[in-house]
Structures are given as C-alpha cells and as structure tokens.
C-alpha cells in the first residue's frame, strides 16, 4: 500500500526561485494537509483541503500556495523561495471526521534547503 | 485556540525502565488526542489516539497513553524501555470542528533509551 506519497524528497533551491512539492494519495481520503517541521516548533499546519477544489488557510500560510483539482493530489507550491522557508514539510490525509476520531497518515517527508 | 504542551525536549531512561512522555492540553470542546512518533529522517507513525471511553488507550508497540480530564493531560507511557524506541515523539490534540482534521501539535520530545 503506497499510502501518502510525497516528492521530491530532498531539494535544494536558490532564494527568489519557485517549486512545487507533490503530494498523492491512494485511500480515497477527503482531507489532505500540508505541514512544516522546524527545531523546536514542533509541526505547524500551512494549508489544508476538505474536498476537491475546496482549500483553507492553517496557521503559517504565507508564501505558499495550494490547490486541489483531485481527490488525490494536493500539491504545495513555493511561489519565491526565501531561507525561511528551509524546512522538512509533511503531507497528511485522513478520511472524513468522524465521531470516532479519524487517525491522520502522513508522508515520509520533504527537506527543502533555501540558500 | 488549541495548544499542547510537552513540558520535556529530551527525556533519558536505561532499557528496561519504564518510561513517561509528558503531554498537557488546551482546549475548547472535547479533546481528541494523538500520539506520534518520528524516526530519523522519516514521517511521523500514528502510536494512539484517545476519543472517548476508557481513559487508559494502548496503541503500537507496547505504549499507552492516560488522558486525564482534571489535569488536562495526556502523558505516554511505557513500562519496559528499549532502545528501539529512541526517536522524536509528538502530542498531538483536534476537536472536532467539521473544518476538517486539523492537529495541533507540541513541539516533541527527544526519548533516549540507554543500555
């Protein structure tokens, strides 16, 4: 089982440029978000989707993009690369909320470096 | 807003011990409760989660967790250390708002388990 897939795993990227991260997955979830992962900060939530063509805002939206035409793919785009954006970024999709409680499954991640 | 809070960046115990990852909560509404756990250079694995019911929730690889109303914790716990489970570990807590799955998560702690 693929699960949530994301890529490129590792990037290098020169301050001003742009980028896109991909993000798949295969369990047919509704939700899909996009987090990142800094020392000490834990993971802070930039973006997040309920549906095809259905996107918010998280807590540290700036200087991302996102869209979301499927079901399965949740692309995060990095419209002008600038160093604080040199992070580990985590995709997650979970299955619609429930009362139950849904478990959230996460990628393996993407270290991205601005220099 | 929801927060968490892990009191402790780094948590040492000798293999065999039991071990305790602290984890406190704020929240409005009814808690849902995560554990996860990340290992070096890898995503973060679902370990458990409390919704409702019995307070004592046991999850992967031996670990549990006590959710505790009056203190508004979480901690995870383990009875018998092993080195295997040095990694990064996160709290993490949702409410159930029908935005979608939204975690807030605490800014993790360092488990090291010596021989």
């Known amino acids: 089982n693929a699960g949530v897939t994301q890529t490129p795993k590792f990037q290098v990227l020169k301050t001003g440029q742009s980028m896109t991260l991909q993000c798949a997955q295969d369990m047919n979830h509704e939700y899909m978000s996009w987090y990142r992962q800094d020392p000490g900060m834990g993971l802070r939530l930039i973006h997040y989707s309920v549906g095809a063509g259905i996107t918010d805002q998280g807590e540290v939206p700036n200087g991302y993009n996102v869209s979301r035409s499927t079901t399965e793919d949740f692309p995060l785009r990095l419209l002008s690369a600038a160093p604080s954006q040199t992070s580990v970024y985590f995709c997650a999709s979970s299955p619609r909320q429930s009362l139950s409680g849904n478990t959230i499954y996460f990628g393996e991640g993407s270290w991205l470096t601005v220099v | 807003a929801q927060s968490v809070a892990q009191p402790e960046d780094q948590v040492n115990v000798a293999e065999g011990n039991p071990l305790t990852v602290k984890c406190t909560y704020s929240?409005?509404?009814?808690?849902?409760l995560f554990w996860y756990v990340q290992y070096p250079n890898r995503g973060l694995q679902f370990l458990l989660k409390?919704?409702?019911?019995?307070?004592l929730v046991k999850g992967s690889y031996g670990f549990e967790a006590e959710f505790n109303k009056s203190q508004t914790s979480f901690h995870l716990k383990k009875p018998s250390a092993l080195v295997s489970d040095s990694a990064l570990y996160f709290c993490?807590?949702?409410?159930?708002?029908?935005?979608?799955?939204?975690?807030?998560f605490g800014t993790g702690t360092q488990l090291k388990v010596e021989l």
């Open positions: 929240v409005s509404g009814n808690p849902y």
């Open positions: 409390y919704i409702t019911g019995d307070n």
């Open positions: 993490a807590v949702d409410i159930l708002t029908g935005g979608g799955n939204k975690l807030t």
